[in-house]
């Protein structure tokens, strides 16, 4: 039998909508709200932490070298009750991987998990991109409402994107015109799709109409459970993301521990949970392309459609080396994010931006509170150690007034920065109940940017210029 393009989009098309209607298990199975008491936000972690627990998936191997297919070690681990599909040391490349429940996808030492370059190996499921649902090239490792998944190990996995492959997609990838191709000579390929996608979700065009992939250019993540519960990224060392490296999405229970992102393409931020609940991030090492961790909860009207925030979230004892952000909360965040703790993480690059990011405008909209961290040593950031900003890409202007409220900061000390804080709220959003207290701003260049309504305490904060320029250097 011959099938046919339109076979293809007629069948996804129906499995779309059944997508799309399908409870979201993650979300029905959920625990309590957490309470968080403002006075004293720390003593809530420990009852968080109890909430996040291993996925459970028996201790038996499914080694690939056994199988045709890693997809047939996939689905013999699965009919068996579940185990672990362990890519062996040694040198393999494959097209996207779907996982299945109970099903741990383990990397060991000494082997490397090449992804292909050529699209066609990743068909179309449901996905979101820049916080937005639509039916697109499939993440390169995926799970869809499944239960205990897991992708461990100590060895490698390579997206293989770069200058050739999956990056031009987004026009020149270096310098700041990613907006047009690489020879400056038209679009970038990604623009037209991303326009439209961005359109279609404002109309309330159905998610199965939203139909991408072959013959268009919005680029797969890397790793992205949907709607799952219980899930582990531990371990793994991760190359050339062709966008978004990890990206838990409408999941509760996320466990990112130990990974290493090495990844400086375009939007090739480090780890994105969006609309997720029960989240731990720990002992990781981020030198990425864009954002280091973002928090993420939905892009406008599909945002305020799905009406999901990102909540209870730990990020501990991560290393930031390269990016935009090192801990980034937006800027598609029209769902919200809440509960959120910080500690014990370091950041040092002159490429490196912001420490704590807020990022949000007039057309995402959407709550961002309770806000906590403490503990964060900082070498030299480019712009400031702490930015919020509501004036965030303001080309275009919104009725969803945004919201801050809520974000306390202790024992931050930072060596270098152009400003020690940088908040740009708007008159009619004010930025609420901002507490810094026994920190260090040292090197600033420029003193602190603060604009439109924002309450803002410091405590006990030292604020240190920098040096002048000697005799013949600029700053």
Same mark, same amino acid.
């Given at each position: 039998?011959?099938?046919?393009?339109?076979?293809?989009?007629?069948?996804?098309?129906?499995?779309?909508?059944?997508?799309?209607?399908? %409870? @979201?298990?993650?979300?029905?199975?959920?625990?309590?709200?957490?309470n968080?008491?403002?006075k004293?936000?720390?003593a809530?972690? %420990?009852?968080?932490?109890?909430?996040?627990?291993?996925?459970?998936?028996?201790r038996?191997?499914?080694?690939?070298?056994?199988y045709?297919?890693?997809?047939k070690?996939?689905e013999?681990?699965?009919?068996? +009750? +579940?185990?672990?599909?362990?890519?062996?040391?040694g040198?393999?490349?494959?097209?996207?991987?779907?996982?299945?429940?109970?099903?741990?996808?383990?990397?060991?030492?000494?082997?490397?998990? @090449?992804?292909?370059?050529?699209?066609?190996?990743?068909?179309?499921?449901?996905?979101r991109w820049?916080?937005?649902?639509?039916?697109?090239?499939?993440?390169l490792?995926?799970?869809?409402?499944?239960?205990?998944?897991?992708?461990?190990?100590?060895?490698?996995?390579?997206?293989?994107?770069?200058?050739?492959?999956?990056?031009?997609?987004?026009?020149?990838?270096?310098?700041?015109?990613?907006?047009?191709?690489?020879?400056?000579?038209?679009?970038a %390929?990604?623009?037209?799709?991303?326009?439209?996608?961005?359109?279609?979700?404002?109309?309330?065009?159905?998610v199965?109409q939203?139909?991408?992939?072959?013959?268009?250019?919005?680029?797969?993540?890397?790793?992205?459970?949907?709607?799952?519960?219980n899930?582990?990224?531990?371990?793994v060392?991760?190359?050339?993301?062709?966008?978004?490296?990890t990206?838990?999405?409408l999941?509760?229970?996320?466990?990112?521990?130990?990974?290493?992102?090495?990844?400086? +393409?375009?939007?090739?931020?480090?780890c994105?949970?969006?609309?997720?609940?029960?989240?731990?991030?720990?002992d990781?090492?981020?030198?990425?392309?864009?954002?280091?961790?973002?928090?993420?909860?939905?892009?406008?009207?599909?945002?305020?459609?799905?009406h999901?925030?990102?909540?209870?979230?730990?990020?501990?004892?991560c290393e930031?080396?390269?990016?935009?952000?090192?801990?980034?909360?937006?800027?598609?965040?029209? +769902?919200g994010?809440?509960n959120?703790f910080?500690?014990?993480c370091k950041l040092?690059s002159?490429?490196?931006?912001?420490?704590l990011?807020?990022?949000?405008?007039?057309?995402?909209?959407?709550?961002i509170e309770?806000v906590f961290v403490?503990?964060?040593e900082?070498?030299?950031?480019?712009?400031?150690?702490i930015?919020?900003?509501?004036r965030?890409?303001?080309?275009?202007?919104?009725?969803?007034?945004?919201?801050?409220?809520?974000?306390?900061?202790?024992?931050? @000390?930072?060596?270098?920065?152009k400003?020690?804080?940088?908040?740009?709220?708007?008159?009619?959003?004010p930025v609420?109940?901002?507490?810094?207290r026994?920190?260090?701003?040292r090197?600033?260049?420029?003193?602190?940017?603060?604009?439109?309504?924002?309450?803002?305490?410091?405590?006990?904060?030292?604020?240190?210029?920098?040096? %002048?320029?000697?005799?013949?250097?600029?700053?």
């Amino acid at each position: 039998m011959t099938i046919n393009r339109r076979d293809i989009v007629r069948n996804v098309l129906l499995a779309g909508a059944g997508l799309a209607l399908t %409870p @979201r298990v993650a979300w029905s199975q959920s625990p309590a709200p957490l309470n968080v008491d403002l006075k004293d936000p720390w003593a809530s972690l %420990p009852d968080l932490l109890a909430r996040i627990t291993p996925p459970r998936i028996p201790r038996r191997d499914f080694v690939i070298t056994k199988y045709k297919t890693i997809s047939k070690a996939i689905e013999a681990a699965h009919k068996a +009750g +579940g185990g672990r599909v362990v890519v062996p040391e040694g040198d393999y490349e494959t097209g996207a991987i779907h996982l299945k429940s109970r099903v741990e996808l383990h990397v060991a030492a000494g082997a490397t998990l @090449r992804f292909s370059r050529d699209p066609s190996k990743y068909p179309l499921v449901l996905t979101r991109w820049e916080g937005v649902e639509l039916m697109n090239y499939s993440p390169l490792i995926y799970a869809f409402e499944c239960e205990d998944v897991a992708v461990t190990g100590e060895g490698t996995l390579d997206g293989q994107a770069d200058e050739e492959h999956w990056w031009p997609w987004k026009g020149v990838t270096t310098g700041k015109r990613a907006d047009v191709t690489k020879n400056n000579e038209g679009p970038a %390929p990604q623009l037209a799709d991303r326009n439209q996608l961005f359109q279609q979700a404002e109309n309330g065009v159905p998610v199965a109409q939203r139909v991408y992939g072959p013959g268009h250019f919005l680029r797969p993540s890397f790793i992205e459970p949907y709607r799952c519960t219980n899930v582990l990224i531990e371990g793994v060392t991760l190359l050339n993301a062709p966008f978004w490296v990890t990206h838990p999405t409408l999941c509760t229970n996320v466990t990112v521990r130990g990974i290493k992102v090495n990844s400086h +393409g375009p939007n090739n931020d480090g780890c994105d949970p969006e609309s997720c609940r029960d989240v731990l991030i720990e002992d990781c090492v981020f030198d990425t392309g864009d954002d280091c961790i973002a928090l993420k909860s939905g892009r406008n009207g599909d945002g305020r459609r799905l009406h999901t925030p990102v909540e209870n979230v730990i990020i501990r004892n991560c290393e930031m080396k390269d990016g935009h952000g090192g801990i980034t909360v937006g800027s598609e965040i029209t +769902g919200g994010a809440r509960n959120v703790f910080a500690e014990k993480c370091k950041l040092d690059s002159e490429n490196l931006e912001r420490a704590l990011r807020f990022k949000t405008n007039t057309l995402r909209g959407g709550i961002i509170e309770n806000v906590f961290v403490r503990d964060i040593e900082i070498g030299t950031v480019n712009l400031a150690p702490i930015e919020i900003d509501l004036r965030y890409e303001p080309r275009d202007s919104g009725p969803f007034v945004p919201e801050v409220r809520n974000v306390l900061v202790e024992r931050m @000390r930072s060596k270098q920065s152009k400003h020690a804080l940088y908040i740009r709220g708007l008159e009619q959003a004010p930025v609420r109940n901002i507490v810094v207290r026994d920190s260090e701003f040292r090197g600033v260049a420029q003193g602190h940017v603060i604009e439109g309504a924002v309450d803002l305490t410091l405590e006990r904060v030292i604020t240190e210029a920098a040096p %002048p320029p000697a005799k013949g250097e600029t700053k």
